[in-house]
């Protein structure tokens, strides 16, 4: 009978697991390491760490009996041993092969985690990482294998961007340090501090957290957000008692509930205080910094200058600010397109930015920082810029927009064009960019998490794309506001004021209804016209109906780069609200984002003011195109 295999023993469970944390937390700066590397050979800090990191996984693997894993990592281990030493003349080029040989570790790590362990061709990796240890290594002469089985990598290509190029690796941020595992003293070879090859202690201490599984905090999340509905109702039957309380007479009774509202008054601001703290506490827990999604990027940023033949640095900064996890999980996609499509349309080749009077090394600048209750997220590039003028022609060659509305389009609306479903510019389909895919994916998603996108960019200077999004999705802060006999909750981040209309204030310009503030036109939109409201005393007409003798207010409200003065019979208050889905039938309901509870029990709508803009515009272009057909003209813009 053969012998289980370690990974597969219950009784080896812990140390599975430990080992599997150790080496992804291990893995998350690795890769940085190594770009790094490739800029400074001559770091001899920067070699230690990576020859310590590279041992520590050999080790445990080697304990568990994991023989490619430990096989490659000995070999990677003899490179580093020997840049240590000096052995090695250390060029660009074998950083393709140390890179390569992180891949098959990563991939080989995710075996272990799927209890699946299927052999990997890595003779072509073992022999070159033995070359560069010997000294016999040639740029250009290995094919690298591809962990996950495509077609195997050329080492040493003639990129400008490449290997004699290398790719600034700021910012891939420090991992917390790597728990120690458990696997007690099985081997001489299971940790970095035994002292082989006299690395002495690799500085690691086991850190003083506990790992809690993402679906429990989830639920606690779910659990304050109850608490907040609880404590919000709780709020208004006290308010509500104290009203009735002061109505009556100066009676005993009326002395004695005095006394009783006092002390309930007391017990509830001690409540209110301790649900916000444990609700602030509770987001804490759930805050990942940022750069575990912006570590991935100078990898990509080298790969794409090879491909592309350029010169890419890109910078990074504000890799330690805070954002909750799930936003941290979705917001890789939209950032890999921003920051590829920076590097294939935004860059210039070297020669055509030396004709320009540039660097020829074109530089893309990823940042992000906190403002408020959200995360501000910049990718910026040096590049050539967008052109106005070539994304109206393009909208008019694609029939996106008529001459005229093209025409109308300011600068910035122009630059809003790329993100509509099948736009591009570029004339040629590339593996990367081209089919007019990517950017409207990019807007949707973002959207999805209540964020906005926006753009700015002067031609031949460069692009900034600016991301601005929620700190958590759970929980908003809100202003409820009234349209005939419904109650509307207004994310806050989407509000930049409110005012109350007066007689006059409301024109009509293009069959549009607009008003004149702060020295700006803003179109103006009536909510209960946009959602069919009725009002309750009207007759069956709609709410929002603002006359001169009735009072109405506009919320001003602002999401990327589109404004709109939302008409309302009434501003209630302003109140945090737990967000709940709609499910799937009512999920796609236009300018609606959730429900929620207020502390009545009433439930109420949540509006996704960025969706109800862009729907009420798709709205007035369509009539506008059926009015153009009606009579024979061309249909005058919304913009």
Known sequence: MSEQH?????????????????????????????????????????????????HTVKGTAGFLDLEQLSTLAHRFEEVLDAMREQEVDFEPAMTDVMLCAFDHMKVLTQQVIDRDLEPLEMEPLLDALEAINEGTFEAGAVSLPDPDGGAPEEVGGDAAGGADEPTDADGTGDTEGAASSDAGEPSDDTSSTDGDGGDGDSGRKAPDTIRVEVSRLNQLMDLVGELVLGRNRLLQLITEARTEHDARADTDERLRLDSLLGELEEASDKVDYTTTELQ?????????????????????????????????????????????????????????????????????????????????????????????????????DDGAGLDPDALRRKAIEKDVLTEDEATDLSDSEAYQLIFRPGFSTTEEVGQVSGRGVGMDVVKTNLAELNGTI??????????????????????????????????????????????????????????????????????????????????????????????????????????AHRRAALVVDELISQEEVVIKSLGDYLKSVPGIAGSTILGDGQVIMVLDIGEMIQHEEFAAEEEGAEAADADGVPAASSK
């Open 454 to 559: 926006d753009i700015d960019s002067t031609p031949g200077e460069g692009t900034r794309f600016t991301l601005k999004l929620p700190l958590t999705l759970a929980i908003l802060q809100s202003m409820l506001v009234r349209s005939g006999a419904e109650t509307f909750a207004i994310p806050l981040y989407a509000v930049s004021e409110a005012v109350r209309l007066e007689p006059g204030m409301i024109e009509t310009i293009q069959e549009g209804e607009v008003i004149e503030h702060r020295d700006q036109v803003i179109p103006v939109m009536r909510l209960g016209e946009v959602l069919d409201v009725q009002s309750p005393d009207a007759g069956g007409q709609r709410a929002d109906r603002f006359t001169e003798e009735q009072d109405a207010y506009a919320v001003v409200v602002n999401v």
């Open 280 to 380: 602030s506490a509770i987001m804490q827990t759930r805050m990942v910094e940022v750069g575990q999604v912006f570590g991935k990027f100078p990898r990509v940023v080298r790969d794409l200058a090879r491909e592309f033949d350029k010169q890419i640095d890109l910078t990074v900064e504000g890799e330690d600010t805070e954002l909750d996890k799930s936003l941290v999980e979705e917001i890789g996609d939209p950032l890999l397109h921003l920051v590829r499509n920076a590097a294939d349309h935004g860059i210039e080749p070297p020669e055509e930015r030396k004709e320009k009077g540039k660097d020829p090394r074109g530089e893309i600048h990823l940042s992000a920082s906190h403002a408020g209750n959200h995360i501000i997220i910049e990718i910026a």
């Open 6 to 54: 370690p990974i597969h023993d219950d009784g080896m469970q812990e140390i599975v697991e430990s080992f599997v944390v150790e080496a992804t937390e291990i893995y998350d700066g690795l890769e940085g390491d190594l770009l790094q590397l490739e800029k400074t050979p001559e770091d001899e800090e920067l070699v230690d760490s990576v020859f310590r990191d590279v």
